[in-house]
């Protein structure tokens, strides 16, 4: 490798807004041949809000309350819907991929998806589906479901055109999200993805990284920006963390973007193939 061509490479990167950490990344991104995208701030926009809350106001109150202690988006966007003073939780136990448990006002509380309801030990009797394109999360008090918020979460408008640019490279594009089932296909069929998994918890996002490792020609590469993605992020050949995310993902990623558009993996592979050119 030619310093030079490096130092163009890495320079051109930074100008799109792409940090790349090394050498090796920067040689490895072109041999990409499959991208593996987390779903929340990631391909959506990650600021989602509140449409609505299907319970008790008083029980929104106290959901918000317990959510104080979670950095997730869907936490930040009840959080939102609630405007005034909150008691403090306590006994807080975040259980990353699925929701939130803990005390408030004297109540135990859980919030999240169906898998921690399970663990709360309540039975879903209704709203099991929600509509196309909403992320539901339920809300148990005391062992008793007490309601449920639909939340939406937008598509960022540059992701449908990142996943076509990658078609055009040969490059297959999956989804692999915490969210469940519904949610994630309806973003999937919404951008013409070549594969979608759901109400994946971060181990499995690292079993899905290596399948897909194992199946493909060439390289692996995962894009996220949550704690979640983090280890999914290091299995990966090249990670690549979304700027706007959590600190503990572009610590563990190889390229950061630097703007929370999806493209810059194009961008990023594209000059890669172009510095790796000039090397040879
Ligand atoms: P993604 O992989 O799409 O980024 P996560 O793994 O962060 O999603 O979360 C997966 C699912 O867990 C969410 O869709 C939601 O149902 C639930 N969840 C996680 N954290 C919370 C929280 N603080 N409040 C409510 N639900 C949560
Ligand atoms: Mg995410």
């Known amino acids: 490798a030619t310093p030079a061509a490096v130092v163009t490479g890495t320079g051109a990167a930074a100008r799109h807004g792409i940090l790349i950490r090394d050498i090796e990344t920067l040689q490895r991104a072109h041999r990409v041949r499959a991208v593996i995208f987390d779903k929340t701030g990631t391909l959506t926009q990650g600021r989602p809000s509140l449409d609505q809350w299907h319970g008790d106001a008083a029980d929104l109150r106290l ?7 979670s950095e997730h988006p869907l936490a930040r966007a009840m959080l939102a819907a ?3 003073t909150l008691p403090q939780p306590e006994d807080l136990k975040v259980h990353v991929g699925s929701g939130i448990e803990g005390r408030v006002a004297g109540h135990h509380l859980f919030v999240g998806n169906q898998a921690l309801m399970q663990r709360a030990g309540v039975v879903l009797s209704g ?3 929600a509509p196309a394109g909403v992320t539901r999360v339920w809300m148990a008090r005391d062992g008793e479901l007490v309601g449920w918020a639909d939340l939406a979460d937008p598509l960022r408008p540059e992701s449908a055109a990142a996943v076509a640019a990658l078609r055009a490279r040969h490059i297959t594009s999956w989804l692999v999200s915490g969210d469940a089932r519904a949610a994630v296909d309806h973003a999937a069929e919404q951008l013409g993805l070549d594969g979608a998994f759901a109400q994946v918890l971060p181990a499995g996002k690292v079993e899905r990284v290596q399948q897909l490792q194992a199946q493909s020609a060439g390289l692996v590469a995962m894009v996220g920006d949550g704690v979640n993605d983090a280890p999914a992020l290091a299995a990966a050949d090249v990670g690549i963390a979304m700027g706007s995310g959590a600190e503990v ?3 563990t990623a190889s390229i950061t973007l630097m703007r929370p558009d999806p493209r810059l993996v194009v961008d990023a592979i594209d000059i890669s193939a172009a510095t790796w050119r000039t090397i040879r």
Do not use: R
Not at 63 to 69: N, P, R, Y
């Open 127 to 129: 709203g099991i589906t």
């Open 63 to 69: 959901a918000a309350a317990l959510q104080q202690g």
């Open 82 to 84: 609630v405007d005034e």
């Open 249 to 251: 993902a572009m610590e």
